[in-house]
Structure formats: structure tokens, C-alpha cells
């Protein structure tokens, strides 16, 4: 799997738009973009996914640019429950789903 | 409907003994993963099943196992625990589709003291 590069920290005021980088020149074809989130303590929560479209749902969009090598996670209005580890995964679509997770960033949303 | 469900939530053991490790996946989900994650090391991928067979494997030693029954459920065994083993271990489900994100669990506390 493919791996990723994100900065290990962002800090976005409260109600502005918090957008997450990702870097992953070396995705293949076959790979998704996936993004989770874990707040402290708890279990990582799916966000979106994307293969070369962008996406949009109730909780985030994702931005993946033209040759696939880096995306952006958006969040268009932040609320300081938003505070968590974001992480940017690159998955196959093909053979066995196992998420490799790196460091991620640590998005801190300020009141 | 209900969400992926891991028990015990904590759980304290002594060096060399075992444990297990159970995880309910939501229903109709066929895929469970398991992963440790630890401050040092972060999330690791431990291994994953599918219908009842191991897909895919993440680089531990045969002291971590794990099987899953014919309901979809999980468990994950230590055998001759260490202390390094202390870590949140998490378990994830999906439909096993290509494509579909994981739902994951609120994790088992192990504490190896």
C-alpha cells in the first residue's frame, strides 16, 4: 500500500473551514483515499473515501487532485468536536482491505 | 442499528499469561480486523477475516491469533503475554466489499502489569 505524508499538526478557529492535507505521489491505480478521525480514547470514526472523484457528505469533503497524488480533507465549518487525529489512508481495491495507519495530524480547533 | 461491540472494555493481566479478546461486528458484516495501537507504535494492522478465514496478516508474532465463527464474530488470543503487549486493541468491520470504509469498536484497555 502506498504511503502517506500528512503535517503532524493544524490548529483552525472554531466555524471556519479546517482543510487537511495529504500527500501520496506513489498511490496506484487501484488504491483509494480513505480518512478517519480518533478522538482520545475511542475507536477511529470513517470520514470519506474517494478514488478519483471528489466527495462530498454530511460530514467532510474530499478534494483529490487530477494525477492522484495528494487530497485535502475539508471541513467546512469546525467545532471544537472536531478536535482529533485525522488520518489519510491509501487502501487496494483489490485483495485484502487492512488499513495501514501513519501519524496523522493532530487538528486542534480553537474557540 | 447497532455498532461494532468489543468486550471486555478494560481489562488487567500478569506477565505470561493469556487473554482473549472478543468483537462482535455490526450485522450483516462479513470482514473483522483487528489493530493494535500503542503510543509508541501507533496503529498497527493485526490481522483481518472473512467468512471465517484469515485474509491477511500484519507483521506480529504467532503469540497474537485469532480465529472467527461462523455469526461473524471475532476473537483475538495472546498467548504468553508481555509487556510491551499493553495497548488499546481495536477491532473494525466492514461488509468486505472493495471500496467500503471500516466501523470500528471503542477498543479493549489491556494492561500487562
Known amino acids: 500500500d502506498a504511503k502517506t505524508t500528512q503535517p503532524p499538526s493544524m490548529d483552525c478557529a472554531e466555524g471556519r473551514a479546517a482543510n487537511l492535507p495529504c500527500n501520496h505521489s506513489?498511490?496506484?491505480?487501484?488504491?483509494?483515499v480513505y480518512w478517519y478521525r480518533q478522538i482520545h480514547s475511542q475507536g477511529p470514526q470513517y470520514i470519506i473515501h474517494?478514488?478519483?472523484n471528489n466527495e462530498t457528505n454530511e460530514m467532510a469533503s474530499l478534494i483529490i487532485t487530477e494525477d492522484r497524488k495528494s487530497s485535502t480533507l475539508i471541513l467546512p465549518h469546525a467545532t471544537l468536536r472536531d478536535t482529533a487525529v485525522y488520518y489519510c489512508?491509501?487502501?487496494?481495491?483489490?485483495?485484502?482491505?487492512?488499513?495501514?495507519f501513519g501519524t496523522g495530524t493532530r487538528l486542534t480547533v480553537i474557540p | 442499528k447497532a455498532g461494532v461491540t468489543q468486550t471486555p472494555r478494560y481489562l488487567i493481566k500478569t506477565r505470561g499469561q493469556q487473554v482473549t479478546l472478543s468483537c462482535s461486528p455490526i450485522?450483516?458484516?462479513?470482514?473483522v480486523s483487528w489493530y493494535q495501537q500503542t503510543p509508541g507504535q501507533g496503529l498497527q494492522f493485526l490481522f483481518e477475516?472473512?467468512?471465517?478465514?484469515?485474509?491477511n496478516k500484519g507483521n506480529f508474532p504467532g503469540r497474537f491469533s485469532g480465529r472467527q465463527f461462523s455469526n461473524s464474530r471475532s476473537e483475538m488470543n495472546v498467548s504468553t503475554l508481555e509487556l510491551g503487549d499493553s495497548a488499546l486493541y481495536l477491532c473494525?468491520?466492514?461488509?468486505?466489499?472493495?471500496?467500503?470504509?471500516?466501523?470500528f469498536g471503542s477498543g479493549t484497555r489491556l494492561t500487562v502489569v
Open positions: 473494525a468491520s466492514s461488509s468486505g466489499q472493495r471500496g467500503y470504509g471500516y466501523t
Open positions: 506513489t498511490i496506484s491505480g487501484n488504491e483509494y
Open positions: 474517494g478514488l478519483k
Open positions: 489512508i491509501v487502501s487496494r481495491v483489490t485483495g485484502a482491505n487492512n488499513l495501514f
Open positions: 450485522s450483516g458484516h462479513r470482514s
Open positions: 477475516y472473512f467468512s471465517e478465514t484469515q485474509r
